[in-house]
């Protein structure tokens, strides 16, 4: 799959399959998040993967839309500096986050980002240190519905290039 095949047929997938991902699908989605582009380098992020469904469902729990997470074959935390201490930390967090994304995509793999709202539960849930901080949490697993994986891209569901991309000034 091209990358630009991916870009055009991502789509955020929410119910799963109960089936694990194997072990070499685990590696390749979490090393792309590892080797994201980031400013200077800088790499602010850990990731906790998640298999354990006792975890998979607290952590469900610990955002308004995160119920997704209880679903997921692997769960993968994204914890970095706080958001306050640099600009592009959460910039930088998402970069990751896409890299994981599109390369489970291109597994057959679906995924959906869950914001997690409840900080300090989710430090204790996961144990990462008091100077570190989680703001977004991504499930895997395989598509309930497989035929999501080919299925074209919705007319009407982004804004037209018009309405987006302005030229030299506004």
Known sequence: MQVSD?????????QFQD???????????????RRAQS???MQPWHFIALREK????????????AGHMAGA????????????TRFSVMFDAGQAAAYMQ??????GIGSCLATIY???????????????????????GYPAE????TKSPQKGGRRVVQEVIHWERW
């Open 6 to 14: 991916a870009i055009l047929t991502k789509r955020a997938v929410r």
């Open 102 to 107: 599109l390369v489970a995509w291109e597994m």
């Open 19 to 33: 089936k694990p991902l194997p072990e070499d699908a685990v590696q390749v989605i979490l090393n792309a998040g």
């Open 73 to 84: 074959a692997l769960g993968v935390a994204i914890i970095t500096p706080h958001p306050d």
């Open 39 to 41: 400013a200077k380098n």
């Open 54 to 65: 006792a975890t998979l469902q607290a952590l469900s729990r610990l955002g308004n839309w």
């Open 146 to 149: 497989p035929e999501l994986l």
């Open 118 to 140: 409840e900080h300090d539960a989710a430090r204790q849930l996961l144990g990462f240190p008091e100077d570190l901080h989680i703001r977004i949490a991504i499930s895997f």
